[in-house]
C-alpha cells in the first residue's frame, strides 16, 4: 500500500477530471439528458484510463492489482455506456445499468484502499497529516460517496436533465475533492519518506 504514494499524482488527476465534468454538468444552462450521459461516460472512460496507467505505475502487488481492476470496470462501462447511448439515445435510461456497476465496484475498492491503508500507515506518520485529510479517510469517504451514488441511481433512475445533473455534478464533485486531498495527503505522505533520513 505504501507503494500508492509514489504515484499520488494518479489521485490528482482522477480528482481534477471528476471536478471537471462537475463544473461541465453543474455550469451548463441548458443541457440535454443525452449529453449529460455522453459526458458522464467520457469522464468515466478517462478516469479508467488514469486507474489503468496508475495500476501500471504502482506494480503488481495489491494497490496496482485494485487500480487495475478498477481502469478495467471503468474503460469496460464507459464503452457499454457510449455504445447504449449511440445505438438508443432514446432509451438512455438503460445506460445507467453498466454506471451503476462502475460507481459500486469502485467504492468497494476505494473502502478497501482505505481500510488497508489505515492499516500499513504508519501512526507517527499518520499523526503528522491529522490537519489535513488523512489519505485513509480520503478514500473510505470516496468510496462511501460511490456506492451512495449507485444506490441513489438504484432508488431514482434519471429520467430527466433536471435530475441528472444535480445528481451526477454533486457526485462527481465530492468525489474529485476527496481524490484531490488524498492525492495531496499522499503526496506528503511521499515527500516525508523521500527527505527522512535513512
Known amino acids: 500500500m505504501i507503494a500508492l504514494t509514489h504515484a499520488w499524482w494518479i489521485a490528482m488527476i482522477r480528482g481534477m477530471a471528476a471536478i471537471t465534468i462537475a463544473l461541465i454538468v453543474l455550469l451548463q444552462s441548458h443541457i440535454s439528458m443525452t449529453t449529460v450521459m455522453a459526458a458522464f461516460s ?77 492499516r500499513e500507515l504508519p501512526a507517527s506518520q499518520g499523526a503528522t497529516h491529522r490537519s489535513a485529510l488523512p489519505p485513509e479517510r480520503a478514500y473510505l469517504f470516496a468510496g462511501v460517496v460511490a456506492i451512495a451514488f449507485a444506490i441513489s441511481l438504484l432508488i431514482l433512475p434519471m429520467t430527466s436533465a433536471g435530475m441528472a445533473v444535480p445528481v451526477i455534478g454533486l457526485f462527481a464533485a465530492a468525489l474529485g475533492y476527496l481524490r484531490i486531498r488524498g492525492g495531496l495527503a499522499l503526496g506528503s505522505l511521499h515527500l516525508d519518506r523521500f527527505y527522512s533520513p535513512s
Not at 464503452?79 to 467504492?107: C, K, Q, T, Y
Open 42 to 118: 467520457a469522464y468515466i472512460l478517462v478516469d479508467g484510463i488514469v486507474a489503468l496507467i496508475g495500476g501500471v505505475a504502482v506494480g503488481l502487488g495489491l494497490c496496482g492489482l485494485v487500480l487495475l481492476a478498477e481502469g478495467f470496470v471503468g474503460v469496460t462501462v464507459a464503452a457499454v455506456s457510449l455504445s447504449d447511448i449511440r445505438v438508443a439515445p432514446h432509451l438512455i435510461h438503460v445506460a445507467e445499468v453498466p454506471m451503476i456497476a462502475w460507481a459500486g465496484v469502485m467504492g468497494i475498492a476505494e473502502v478497501y484502499l482505505g481500510i488497508q491503508f489505515g
